[in-house]
């Protein structure tokens, strides 16, 4: 089962303006959720977390916004730079769970100039 | 520290063979995980380890996959008898608590491609 998911295979934004990637999860015993970034032929690198007692972190250009009750989160990138294109995933853990990450599919996002 | 390292970045193998990958951590990281990525999928979870504990395997480790961290210090996971649908991306990680959210964060070595022929 899919226990996060990322419905957005890709996503286009011009230079300048705001990408929006979202995230859905099903499972309600999460404690927290993170977003990373992922170049080709290298790893995922973290970008920013939230835990789930919180609705909204922002650091820099970069701001996730959770949504419990939806079990939902996004993550705002403003403004969206070329080199911001990459690879995206939505992760999230469960503290009893000895805190693996579950990933989303990825959402690729294309910055352009 | 460099940060996690992986080795080899690229094996091509013949099926039935065996193949070995390596993972060096963080050296303050006490946990570390063996993932798998597919083209088009997000990362998956196999293993973990605390210390040389092996504490959690997916189901997706089949009796093919053998891991390993004898010392705590560095692992390596082991593919028996390969298949092609082995062939992925192999990504190993060793985690650290977020100072801000107390998330538990996985910084990912480069990752070992397996192609098999």
């Known amino acids: 089962d899919q226990q996060v998911k990322q419905n957005s295979p890709s996503l286009s934004v011009q230079e300048g303006r705001i990408s929006i990637l979202n995230c859905d999860y099903t499972?309600?015993?999460?404690?927290?959720f993170l977003w990373y970034k992922k170049y080709p032929a290298e790893g995922p690198t973290f970008l920013i977390s939230?835990?789930?007692?919180?609705d909204k972190n922002e650091d820099g250009r970069f701001t996730v916004f959770l949504n419990k009750s939806a079990k939902h989160l996004s993550l705002h990138i403003v403004p969206s730079q070329p080199g911001d294109s990459a690879v995206y995933f939505c992760?999230?853990?469960?503290?009893?769970?000895?805190?693996?990450?579950?990933f989303g599919q990825g959402t690729e996002l294309s910055v352009k100039p | 520290d460099t940060g996690v390292s992986q080795d080899p970045r690229h094996k091509i193998t013949k099926r039935g063979q065996n193949v070995t990958f390596r993972c060096d951590p963080i050296?303050?990281?006490?946990?570390l995980y063996w993932y798998r990525q597919t083209l088009g999928q997000g990362p998956e979870f196999l293993t973990y380890?605390?210390?040389?504990?092996?504490?959690?395997k997916s189901r997706l480790l089949s009796d093919r996959f053998s891991a390993e961290r004898p010392k705590g210090s560095f692992s390596t996971l082991e593919i028996q008898r390969t298949e092609q649908g082995d062939s992925a991306m192999y990504l190993c990680?060793?985690?650290?608590?977020?100072?801000?959210?107390?998330?538990?964060?996985?910084?990912f070595g480069a990752g070992s491609r397996l192609t098999v022929l």
């Open positions: 990680a060793s985690s650290y608590r977020d100072s801000g959210s107390g998330a538990n964060v996985l910084t």
């Open positions: 499972n309600s015993m999460f404690d927290y």
């Open positions: 939230i835990s789930s007692i919180k």
């Open positions: 992760a999230a853990s469960a503290r009893q769970q000895g805190g693996k990450l579950i």
């Open positions: 050296s303050e990281h006490n946990r």
């Open positions: 380890f605390q210390n040389e504990a092996q504490l959690e």
